[in-house]
C-alpha cells in the first residue's frame, strides 16, 4: 500500500526519516509491553490479554529507496495460557518521500513501524518539534476505520533518556467511529474513538527512543440486541534498550 506523508505541520506523525542510512545500515533494540482490555455489556463479557517481548528495528539502504524493518519477538498472556508468537513490519520510503506498505505481519501492534509515532523524524521536524510552543492542532487517519481523527501535538521538556538527550511530544486525538472491530470483525460498532500519547526522540538522530500511546474505543455494539455498551482499550509500551547514565 502507497501513502503519501503527513504535510509537515504536523510534525510528521508516521513520517519516517528519508535521509540515507549508513552504508552499513542501522539499528536500534526495543523492549515492548501491551495491553488489551475489552468488555460489553455489565461486565457479562471480559477479556484482558498482555504482551511482553523485544524488537529490532533496522533501516538499509535498497538503491534510492531506503527499507524500514521491525521485527518483534513476545509472550502473549490471555490469563488462561501464554503463547510466543512474532511479528513483522516492512516499509520503504521511496525517494520521492512516499511511503509504501511492504509488508504487514504484526496482527498484535506491537512493532515500532505500527504505532502512531514514527519511528525516525526527518531532520527539518526534528527543528520545528524544538521550536513548538502551545498545541498544533491537525488531522489524523484513524487506525481502524476510514475516518478522521481531530487532535492536537505539544512540546515535551527535553531530558536525558539513559545516555540519550531527548525532546518529546504530545499526541492526542479524537473522532467518530462505525465498522467493524480490527480484531473482532463479527461485531459492528457505533460510537467514539480517542487515542493519546507521549514520544521521545534522540536529540542528536532523531530516532524514536520511548513512546507510551494509548487507544480507547466506546460506544454500542449494532449487531446485538438491545444497546449493549462496549469499552476497547490497547496501551503499547515501547522503549528503546540504552545503556544506564552513570553517576
Do not use: C
Request: a positive charge.
Amino acid at each position: 500500500m502507497k501513502r503519501a506523508l503527513p504535510p509537515i505541520t504536523a510534525l510528521a506523525v508516521l513520517i519516517l526519516w528519508t535521509q540515507a542510512p549508513s552504508a552499513a545500515g542501522t539499528e536500534q533494540a526495543y523492549n515492548v509491553a501491551g495491553k488489551d482490555s475489552f468488555s460489553i455489556g455489565a461486565g457479562d463479557i471480559r477479556s484482558e490479554v498482555s504482551y511482553a517481548g523485544k524488537q529490532t528495528l533496522s533501516l538499509r539502504r535498497r538503491g534510492k529507496t531506503t527499507r524500514y524493518e521491525a521485527r518483534v519477538t513476545y509472550t502473549r498472556s490471555d490469563g488462561a495460557a501464554s503463547t510466543d508468537a512474532t511479528g513483522t513490519y516492512v516499509a520503504d520510503v521511496l525517494p520521492s518521500g512516499d511511503t509504501l506498505d511492504a509488508a504487514n505481519g504484526d496482527p498484535d501492534y506491537l512493532t515500532v513501524l505500527n504505532q502512531p509515532f514514527a519511528a525516525r523524524l526527518d531532520p527539518q521536524t526534528l527543528v520545528d518539534l524544538r521550536r513548538l510552543r502551545g498545541a498544533l492542532p491537525f488531522d489524523f487517519p484513524s487506525p481502524f476505520v476510514g475516518s478522521t481523527l481531530h487532535g492536537h501535538l505539544a512540546h515535551l521538556p527535553a531530558g536525558p533518556l539513559g545516555t540519550r538527550k531527548a525532546i518529546g511530544v504530545r499526541f492526542e486525538a479524537a473522532g467518530p467511529m462505525k465498522g467493524a472491530l480490527p480484531d473482532r470483525p463479527g461485531l459492528t460498532l457505533d460510537g467514539r474513538i480517542s487515542m493519546r500519547g507521549n514520544a521521545y526522540y534522540d536529540a542528536r538522530d532523531a530516532m524514536l527512543l520511548a513512546l507510551e500511546t494509548t487507544v480507547t474505543i466506546t460506544g454500542f455494539v449494532s449487531n446485538r440486541s438491545g444497546k449493549d455498551p462496549v469499552t476497547i482499550v490497547y496501551h503499547r509500551s515501547i522503549r528503546a534498550a540504552l545503556p544506564e547514565r552513570t553517576p
